[in-house]
């Protein structure tokens, strides 16, 4: 099967690498970009650790296929935090010590991160619908939400 | 995955010609999250993928006042957040609000659910009560099928191997009319119906001019409970006329028993959903 060139912005930088028509957007970022924030729980959708962003807005990347990326903008976790600071999300999970083994961590985060950049004040039920389709297998929410709570305090608000 | 050729139509006559020179070897790749897991376990296994995301005519949605026009490509998410679909198709973006996840929804798409066609497609049963049209373009140019006739058997439709539906057109309810789909599953996220129910009543003048109800997981296909839409239309709705037609659309419901639910236990959600989504609809459409 011919290579094929997929053109994209990746973390704010254009990129164009060649991939296999078959491969999904998560290997492509895994393997060939060297972006192994996001992961493969399921490979089905269901457990949420391949979240990325695509033109801003939270995906499965283990559902879509590479090509499919074409022309638009995708964000990993390597891309959430600006230069030189985390992202006040990020800051929350390290300070209230939110991961234990860390594999959902990197899609909580984003899925999160998407949920604040539309909605800055969420109310506890917008928080747990925000990250429903992300699963944690060490442990519980609770700190998690907890820390998205914190966070989105930490944030300032829409038009400020 | 197994390997397989990928083509990038930029327009739907492109995309006609490959299915018609690829046949069933080929399949249509819309948001990818029922055709991938499907591809990945090995259950499909296309020789050559045609993605129509480079497709603008599927991707965009247009909602007027003369109707709704939902391009096939377009993703659940933006059913639920858009607020006309909101507040005149309501018990649509309600459903598209329920398919998988965030991460899902944006991926999934309208034409997809209905396509892959599983008995508890849960953005179905608001199409067949809002009585929408699926608009089909194939090699033979473009028929109109109503979403009633849309559907053929599990996993079955209307469109043939060489065709593709491209939009999906919902007539305007008209004033006073109201909607709402409601679902059963154990779980609240990430779930697939035990049973779903639309229910969309017009009213005129303190009477029922219009009640259209539909049901999903309960028979192979989406089916419309005529004789319970017949009960409740040219009267007033009362409590009693909303019972009498919960009870009719038990009557509809061919369920089988699965590790969901058993079928007198989808019988018994058909009267309770029916119910409470005509309730809904009344209050909805201002009665």
New interface residues.
């Given amino acids: ?1 011919p290579k ?1 060139i997929l053109s994209c912005i990746v973390n704010g930088e254009t990129v164009e690498v060649l991939v ?5 957007l998560l290997d492509a970022l895994r393997e060939d970009l060297d972006l192994t924030g996001p992961k493969e729980g399921c ?4 457990c ?1 650790a391949c ?1 990325v962003h ?1 033109d801003g ?4 990347s ?4 590479a ?2 990326a ?1 022309g638009r903008e995708v964000r990993t976790i390597e891309g959430l935090a600006g230069s030189g600071a985390l992202h006040p999300l990020q800051d929350a999970f390290v300070r209230l010590g939110v991961p234990q083994c860390g594999f959902c961590i990197p899609g909580v985060l984003m ?1 999160a991160a ?2 604040l950049a539309e909605n800055p004040r969420p109310t506890q039920e917008q928080i747990r ?2 990250i ?3 699963l944690c297998r060490c442990t519980g929410y609770t700190k998690m939400l907890a820390a998205i709570t914190e966070a989105a305090g930490a944030l300032p608000a829409r038009g400020a | ?6 083509t ?1 139509p930029r327009s739907i006559d492109e995309a006609v010609r490959v299915l018609r020179d690829r046949g069933p070897d080929a399949k249509l ?1 819309a ?3 029922d055709l ?2 499907q591809m ?1 376990n090995g259950l499909l296994k296309p020789a050559c ?1 045609v ?1 129509l ?2 497709v603008a005519q599927v991707r965009t949605l247009e909602p007027a006042a003369r109707g709704l026009r939902v391009g096939a490509a377009v993703p659940a ?1 933006a059913l639920e957040r858009d607020t006309v679909v909101r507040s005149t198709y309501t018990s649509l973006a309600e459903s598209a609000a329920l398919v ?5 929804r ?2 999934a798409t309208l034409g997809g659910n209905v396509c892959n066609a599983a008995p508890s497609a849960d953005m179905a049963p608001p199409l067949l009560a809002l009585e929408a049209v699926a608009v089909i373009i194939g090699p033979r140019g473009e028929r109109r099928v109503p979403f009633a006739d849309f559907f053929t058997g599990v996993r079955r439709t209307v469109l043939g191997a060489d065709e593709i539906l491209v939009e999906i057109v919902v007539p305007p309810p008209g004033p006073r009319s109201g909607g709402q789909y409601l679902r059963h599953t154990p779980r ?3 779930d697939i119906a035990v049973v779903g129910v639309a229910s969309q009543l017009t009213l005129s003048n303190g009477a029922c001019t219009k009640a259209r109800i539909a049901l999903a997981a309960v028979a192979p296909v989406p089916l419309r409970a005529h004789e319970a839409e017949q009960a409740l239309e040219g009267k007033p709705v009362t409590a009693e006329a909303i019972e009498q037609a919960a009870e009719l659309a038990v009557g509809v419901a061919r369920p089988i028993s699965d590790q969901r639910g058993s079928a007198d236990y989808r019988r018994h959600l058909v009267r309770v959903l029916t119910r409470r989504t005509l309730r809904t609809a009344l209050t909805r459409a201002g009665g």
């Fill in positions: 099967m094929q296999q028509p078959y491969v999904t490979g089905t959708g269901d949420g979240t695509l807005e939270p995906i499965a283990c559902l879509m296929l090509m499919q074409r899925a998407a949920l619908y925000g429903a389709g992300n | 995955m197994r390997r397989f050729e990928l990038l790749l948001g990818g999250t991938l897991p990945k993928v993605d995301s480079g998410r998988g996840s965030v991460q899902v944006n991926l609240r996220e990430l």
